[in-house]
Nanobody, 120 residues
Framework: QAQLVESGGGLVQPGGSLRLSCAAS????????LGWYRQAPGKQRELVAS???????NYADSVKGRFTISRDNAKKTVYLQMNSLKPEDTAVYYCKADASNYGGAQGSYWGQGTQVTVSS
């Protein structure tokens, strides 16, 4: 069974940093395109950052210059380094992977979400 497992969320003060990780397990063989999304209470889920198989990155305007997405294909892991955090970054963060399994079939997978709370 394919799974994405996120870690690294928590409570941090404004101006602080967190690093989120999302690791694939089970039948996921190869990452293609990857993304981090977030959903705050009462709001729609939004794309925060994405990275393609060719390492092209894209960021929401609200996080440009503060967040960095990266990937380690050998570890089948995607990261989100978050610096200079603001209270408005508070949300549940989800990773999403377009990936192929060992049978060659491609699909989209979501992590279970990790809570990030920025508060003093």
């Amino acid at each position: 069974q394919a799974q994405l497992v996120e870690s690294g969320g928590g409570l941090v003060q404004p101006g602080g940093s967190l690093r989120l990780s999302c690791a694939a397990s089970g039948s996921i063989f190869r990452f293609v395109n990857l993304g981090w999304y977030r959903q705050a209470p009462g709001k729609q889920r939004e794309l925060v950052a994405s990275i393609t198989s060719g390492y092209t990155t894209n960021y929401a305007d609200s996080v440009k210059g503060r967040f960095t997405i990266s990937r380690d294909n050998a570890k089948k892991t995607v990261y989100l380094q978050m610096n200079s955090l603001k209270p408005e970054d508070t949300a549940v963060y989800y990773c999403k992977a377009d990936a192929s399994n060992y049978g060659g079939a491609q699909g989209s997978y979501w992590g279970q979400g990790t809570q990030v709370t920025v508060s003093s």
